[in-house]
């Protein structure tokens, strides 16, 4: 598989240099890459109306930080080289798909288009400054604004974004139909496998930032929700109330991102009752997971 990795520190050094048309740079050289990527979600690289929906909104969305922060973001870049951020991430990736080769795991796109973005530390606290998104396969973003806690994690969540790439080469993604099962497993698994290469200390703040009584609490929510369906609904299980709140969804009562830490203790339940690793594991279906996780019972 051809591994390509996008120059964002350089490209960052020309935008932060612009005065003006900084949203057709990051458009149509920082952006164009994925551009494959943006159009399977329905984001057009410009909107046809001004002020529309498409990339540079979706960015914002997604946590990257605005292009009109210039200070915050050349602070930002220089971190990142200094800490060699981007070196990192390709040494995690060519970990990752030596891994996935190794054990017969297949991406279905031929090439993987690689970038690692400035992320807003405001937008992102919970998530204590960095996320990613790999959710099409052949792509991956990492959204970081860096610090000493996400830094180390680096690793942990390029591996996390791999495994949505692997996943979603043998389980298609049904944005409507998706069910909070389906999720669960989605998450949990892609966690179990950044444990899997990097260990239980660079897991995420989206699984160990809950504790052992919210964790029962999160379980027994899940336990009766397992087969709703829809997008904005199942957000609202996996997410949270603040996010769902934020988002306008309807809140069940549950901390933010209880339905990732349920999803990696339910893959974690069941790799370890039924003596299966994360590469046999990546390949079975949410249903079958679930109902030998032994937590639900």
């Not at 909107?47 to 529309?52: L, T, V």
């Not at 993987?112 to 405001?122: E, M, R």
């Amino acid at each position: 598989m051809e591994l390509v990795l996008a120059n964002t520190l350089e490209q960052y050094d020309h935008l932060y240099a612009l005065n003006e048309g900084r949203e057709d740079y990051f458009r149509y050289q920082m952006m164009k890459p994925f551009e494959k990527m943006w159009s399977t979600i329905q984001v057009p690289l410009k909107a046809k109306q001004p002020g529309g929906y498409d990339v540079v909104m979706a960015a914002g969305m997604l946590g990257y930080l605005p292009l009109s922060e210039t200070a915050m973001g050349r602070t930002a870049v220089k971190m990142l080289r200094e800490r060699h951020a981007m070196e990192t991430a390709q040494d995690t990736l060519r970990h990752c798909l030596a891994y996935a080769e190794k054990n017969n795991l297949n991406c279905r796109a031929g090439r993987l288009v690689f970038g690692l973005y400035v992320a807003d530390p405001v937008k992102l606290e919970l998530q204590h400054g960095y996320t990613g998104f790999g959710g099409i396969p052949g792509f991956i973003q990492i959204m970081l604004y860096p610090n000493a806690y996400n830094l180390p994690r680096l690793p942990a969540v390029v591996a996390h974004e791999f495994h949505h790439n692997i996943r979603f080469s043998y389980f298609n993604w049904d944005h409507g139909n998706v069910t909070v099962g389906d999720y669960l497993v989605i998450e949990g698994l892609a966690e179990s496998f950044a444990q899997e290469l990097y260990g239980e200390t660079l897991l995420g703040p989206w699984v160990t930032s809950i504790n052992q009584e919210d964790l029962a609490y999160s379980l027994e929510v899940m336990k009766n929700a397992l087969p709703i369906k829809g997008f904005a609904e199942v957000s609202s299980y996996m997410f949270g109330d603040t996010f769902a709140r934020e988002q306008g969804y309807q809140p069940v009562g549950l901390s933010p991102f209880a339905g990732y830490s349920v999803g990696y203790h339910v893959v974690q339940s069941f790799l370890k009752r039924n003596k299966i690793g994360i590469q046999e594991a990546t390949l079975l279906s949410a249903e079958e997971i679930i109902s030998e996780c032994g937590l639900f019972g």
